[in-house]
């Protein structure tokens, strides 16, 4: 009775092995599943990268300066509205674009309204505060971009305005008075389109997408 009681109970070291197997094969669906879930995800999503450029004509952004080259590679007049990671849902992308092409109503250019001090240096670079920072500059444009943005269910927590700059545009030392911590007249100006055919345009790289900017009030 013995012997015909061991060929019906298996041996343990087998049953341990096969609940071994089973927990392995569980574990190792639940991730897959978890990959495909992600990457499901991630494929619903397109990156976005969002700035205001300072160009002298479209087909001519971004539009790089010499003096600009520590800051490479961003080397050129720009402010940061969404970018290090941003993404919007694929599948209402056109809404995105509309909010974009919106901003390109109205009947005068927006251009940046410069006032100092300025922050830094921070990397070689000072920034050129154009709204929400610690300075408390405000830009109604910007403002109703941004706030158009977060309606539509995006907002920016990915470093584009910056921790005390807010949005601002960055600029290398030699055009900034250190003693004063303010732009020097002649690079406000251009920045401003005074003394420059300067203008600026929202436009997302990621997307081939540019609009001349227009003021908002």
């Not at 089973?22 to 969002?50: F, M």
């Not at 610690?134 to 943005?149: R, Y």
């Not at 600026?200 to 609009?211: A, I, P, R």
Request: hydrophobic share 35%; with cysteine.
């Amino acid at each position: 009775s013995q012997v015909q009681s061991s060929l019906r109970e298996p041996v343990p070291d087998i049953m341990a092995a096969m609940k071994s197997a089973a927990a392995t094969a569980i574990a190792y669906a639940c991730l897959t599943l978890g990959s495909l879930l992600a990457a499901s995800v991630a494929a619903s999503n397109t990156p976005v990268d969002l700035k205001i450029y300072g160009c002298h004509e479209e087909k001519k952004c971004p539009h790089e300066l010499a003096d600009f080259a520590p800051l490479a590679p961003y080397d050129y007049p720009h402010v940061s509205i969404l970018n290090f990671g941003t993404t919007w849902p694929a599948a209402n992308l056109q809404k995105y674009k509309n909010i974009l092409k919106d901003f390109a109503e109205g009947q005068e250019h927006w251009e940046p309204n410069i006032k100092g001090p300025l922050h830094g240096p921070k990397q070689g670079a000072y920034q050129v505060e154009l709204c929400c920072g610690d300075f408390g500059h405000h830009s109604s444009t910007i403002e109703a971009l941004v706030k158009a943005l977060e309606k539509a269910g995006i907002s920016n927590d990915h470093g584009a305005k910056g921790a005390f700059a807010g949005y601002h545009i960055s600029v290398p030392a030699k055009w900034v008075d250190t003693n004063k911590k303010e732009l020097h007249d002649k690079h406000r100006q251009y920045l401003e389109g005074k003394t420059s055919n300067l203008k600026w345009y929202l436009g997302d790289t990621k997307l081939g997408v540019f609009h001349p900017l227009k003021k908002q009030t």
